[in-house]
């Protein structure tokens, strides 16, 4: 199995400044036949669902903000949020989506200081 | 739009069993692979469970192989999670999501699943 470690556990960024979340798997997720990186983002607010952020490591999905940027390839990801927002207040979690098991990082808590 | 709606949590003991169930509406369901992912209280995600448009083809993590079982109806625009053989392990909020490229593109609410004596 892929695994996906994320780091920080958590982080506290001040109103307008940049939060920056790192995305580690085990294994390469280039996936060749499309030349894409299958790393791919959620948002999850409190008692809420995960709502899709970003696929492909940084195709960003219609209506989320631009100043959520997600960047990376092989195995190493980023996902950095400027300008922080205070509904930007959640908790991130990056899967691969390359292969079976699909897999999750462990989550990034961001919260508003 | 798309909406996913999950029935069927709620409370079972150690060694039972339970089936929830999904509603699909907003898109063509049959066009479309689906997953279960669950969240155990104030954990991460998992991915449960996949299952092809037609239904004849089902993955499992495999702390699940053998007790659950993926299914749809897509005349009902339906999918279901045959859960056996529950553990406290398995206590969770469980999801039904629509699968993209094995990219979890939309999400219902969620039903809770709490295995406990």
């Known amino acids: 199995d892929i695994v996906m470690t994320q780091s920080p556990d958590s982080l506290a960024v001040s109103l307008g400044e940049r939060a920056t979340i790192n995305c580690k798997s085990s294994?390469?997720?280039?996936?060749?036949?499309?030349?894409?990186?299958?790393l791919t983002w959620y948002q999850q607010k409190p008692g809420q669902p995960p709502k899709l952020l970003i696929s492909?490591?940084?195709a960003r999905e219609s209506g989320v903000p631009e100043r959520f940027t997600g960047s990376g390839s092989g195995t190493d990801f980023t996902l950095t949020i400027s300008n922080l927002q205070a509904e930007d207040a959640a908790i991130y979690y990056c899967?691969?989506?390359?292969?079976?098991?699909?897999?999750f990082g462990g989550g990034t808590k961001v919260e508003i200081k | 739009e798309v909406h996913l709606v999950e029935s069927g949590g709620g409370l079972v003991q150690p060694g039972g069993s339970l089936r929830l169930s999904c509603a699909a509406s907003?898109?063509?369901?049959?066009?479309?692979?689906m997953s279960w992912v669950r969240q155990a209280p104030g954990r991460g995600l998992e991915w449960v469970a996949n299952?092809?448009?037609?239904?004849?083809?089902?993955y499992y993590v495999d702390s699940v192989k053998g007790r659950f079982t993926i299914s749809r109806d897509n005349a009902h625009n339906s999918l279901y999670l045959q859960m056996s053989s529950l553990t406290v392990e398995d206590t969770a909020v469980y999801y039904c999501?629509?699968?993209?490229?094995?990219?979890?593109?939309?999400w219902g609410q969620g039903t809770l699943v709490t295995v406990s004596s």
């Open positions: 999501v629509t699968n993209e490229w094995e990219i979890l593109t939309a």
């Open positions: 907003g898109f063509t369901f049959n066009n479309f692979y």
């Open positions: 299952i092809n448009q037609d239904g004849h083809a089902e």
């Open positions: 294994q390469n997720v280039f996936r060749g036949s499309n030349n894409k990186n299958s």
């Open positions: 492909w490591a940084s």
């Open positions: 899967q691969q989506s390359y292969t079976l098991p699909l897999t």
